[in-house]
Antibody
Framework: QVQLQESGPGLVKPSGTLFLTCAVS?????????WSWVRQSPDKGLEWIGE???????NYNPSLKSRVTMSVDKSRRHFTLRLSSVTAADTAIYYC????????????????WGQGTTVIVSS | DVVLTQSPLSLPVTLGQPASISCRSS???????????LYWFQQRPGQSPRRLFY???KRDSGVPDRFSGSGSGTNFTLRISRVEAEDIGIYYC???????????FGQGTKLDIK
């Protein structure tokens, strides 16, 4: 059974960098799936941040692209999100999820999510 | 950019009665590969989103068959034939485009019991 678990600081200062980790268990992180980050706030609802693949390739939401970096750490079986120059508008619950399939099999796309971690941007 | 518009945003329903949620897209979601990447999620209070359907109408295991997904092109619908108390929550549609990769969500429809 696939399990995802987010971790990271719950409080980040304005203009600082948000860094989150998503631990993956029950499935290989080096398989045919892209790994996504999604956030949820009262103002913007659910927003896809981007996705990353074990090969080192990532795709980002154009609205956040200039501030986002994602990567997969195969040895540690986790993937990460880095969001720079944060403001109060980045305050949200951040979820990691199993995303796009690279092999054309859509059966497991976005079928597994972490429990979410709340990040507050405040001084 | 693709915009998904859900309606209604609030849906009070009597137990045992049907419910229907519409999700309309600003452009056709039919992909060049012939598939339509339209998903439905349920989010119960305090929980993460749970996928109910992928590719419009493919129901996830464990999802009761009183739930159904349908539609094509720009118009999609999630139906519940008989609402039960456990169905309370917010329902979201989401679309995915393959190139460039991008996913967008509808605003959500809050279902509660009348």
């Amino acid at each position: 059974q696939v399990q995802l678990q987010e971790s990271g600081p719950g409080l980040v200062k304005p203009s600082g960098t948000l860094f989150l980790t998503c631990a993956v268990s029950g499935v290989s992180i080096s398989g045919t799936k892209w790994w996504s980050w999604v956030r949820q706030s009262p103002d913007k609802g659910l927003e896809w941040i981007g996705e990353t693949y074990h090969s080192g390739t990532s795709n980002y939401n154009p609205s956040l692209k200039s501030r986002v970096t994602m990567s997969v750490d195969k040895s540690r079986r986790h993937f990460t999100l880095r969001l720079s120059s944060v403001t109060a508008a980045d305050t949200a619950i951040y979820y990691c999820a199993r995303g796009t399939s690279d092999d054309g099999d859509s059966t497991s796309e976005f079928d597994a999510w972490g429990q979410g971690t709340t990040v507050i941007v405040s001084s | 950019d693709v915009v998904l518009t859900q309606s209604p945003l609030s849906l009070p329903v009597t137990l045992g009665q049907p419910a229907s949620i519409s999700c309309r897209s600003s452009q056709s979601l039919l992909s060049s590969d012939g598939d339509t990447y339209l998903y439905w999620f349920q989010q119960r209070p305090g929980q993460s989103p749970r996928r109910l359907f992928y590719k419009v109408s493919k129901r996830d295991s464990g999802v009761p068959d009183r739930f159904s997904g349908s539609g094509s092109g720009t118009n999609f619908t999630l139906r519940i034939s008989r609402v039960e108390a456990e169905d309370i929550g917010i329902y979201y549609c989401m679309q995915g485009t393959r190139w460039p990769p991008m996913y967008t969500f509808g605003q959500g429809t809050k279902l509660d019991i009348k």
